[in-house]
Nanobody
Framework: QVQLVESGGGLVQAGGSLHLSCAAS????????MGWFRQAPGKERVFVAA????????YYSDSVKGRFTISRDNAKSTVYLQMNSLKPEDTAVYYC????????????????WGQGTQVTVSS
């Protein structure tokens, strides 16, 4: 079955960086667009970034544009999220997701989801 496993979360001070990874198995990774979403306590899950199957196109939410970078390595079936200049408001559980369509910001368009990794940014 399809599995998406996130890693790399943790506790970091404001202004610091984290590098998240999401390893995929059970699907032809190079045929899927990938996305990162996050959910803060008591809030809805929201879009962070997405990347096309080839890596040629990427899309970011306004709140992370210029600070976060999404990338992928199809040979390793892994998608990454480099997070720089972290802020306390970036604190959330971060999820990766896969869809066989395009670069979407809508969570309902993603068929597969990981279990999430916690990111906590202290002020």
């Amino acid at each position: 079955q399809v599995q998406l496993v996130e890693s790399g979360g943790g506790l970091v001070q404001a202004g610091g960086s984290l590098h998240l990874s999401c390893a995929a198995s059970g699907l032809t990774f190079s045929r899927y667009s990938m996305g990162w979403f996050r959910q803060a306590p008591g809030k809805e899950r929201v879009f962070v970034a997405a990347i096309s199957w080839s890596g040629a196109r990427s899309y970011y939410s306004d709140s992370v544009k210029g600070r976060f970078t999404i990338s992928r390595d199809n040979a390793k079936s892994t998608v990454y999220l480099q997070m720089n200049s972290l802020k306390p408001e970036d604190t959330a559980v971060y999820y990766c997701a896969a869809n066989s369509g395009g670069v979407y910001a809508t969570s309902s368009l993603y068929a597969y989801w990981g279990q999430g990794t916690q990111v906590t940014v202290s002020s």
